[in-house]
Each structure stands twice: as structure tokens, then as C-alpha cells.
């Protein structure tokens, strides 16, 4: 079993960055592909971006391509979520996710574990 828990949330306005967190612990020997997903007020929870174990592989939803950066230290059993140039339409919970195999990662339904979500707002 592995809990995660995010931190780095808040409001910021439009153009702004903000950082998210999520540290791992528990199975945290094991190799544990991580991503990020989040969920906006009537909609369904969406991928934003994957980091794979080792090699690093990264991927993103379109929407947030040439602003957010995803990033892990193994060291730290923790991945990060850098995001710039913010818009109203970032506005959501974002939940951190890991999952034992790359495809898994990237697809809502097959997550095998999730944080509680942390709120970011961004104003316009």
C-alpha cells in the first residue's frame, strides 16, 4: 500500500506559478510510476502529467504542454509538479497518483493509488 499526500496549493492569478508537491511512502521500495490528475467543479477527474521510475519518461496532457513540468526525487520518495503560466481554467483539485506500470499511470480508471487532492485557484 502507498499513501501519498500533496501540499503546495492555494490561489494565484493569472500568469502566476505555483509548485505541487507529493510525498510517498509505504511501498516506496518497489518501482512506482507517478502522476498528477485533477478535477474541476462538473467534470470528471482529468490526467495532466506522468513521470516514469527510473528513465524518467515524462508525458502530458496537451492542455498544460510548455507550462507544467513534472519532476521526481527518488531520494525523497517525492514528485513534483511545477506550473506556470497559470489560466482560470487550471482552477481544480489536483490529485497525485502511482501506479506499478507506465500505462496504468496515465488512465483514471486503472490508478492504483491516490492522495487526498490539493485545491489550487487561479484568478483571472
Known sequence: QVQLVESGGGLVQAGGSLRLSCASSG???????MGWFRQAPGRER??????????????YAD???????ISRDNAKNTVYLQMNNLKAEDTAVYYCAA????SSIRLRERVGSWGQGTQVTVSS
Open 27 to 33: 511501498r516506496t521500495n518497489s518501482p512506482l510510476h
Open 99 to 102: 501506479s506499478g506500470t507506465w
Open 46 to 59: 482529468e490526467f495532466v502529467a506522468a513521470i516514469s521510475w527510473i528513465r524518467n519518461t515524462k508525458d
Open 63 to 69: 492542455s498544460v504542454k510548455g507550462r507544467f513540468t
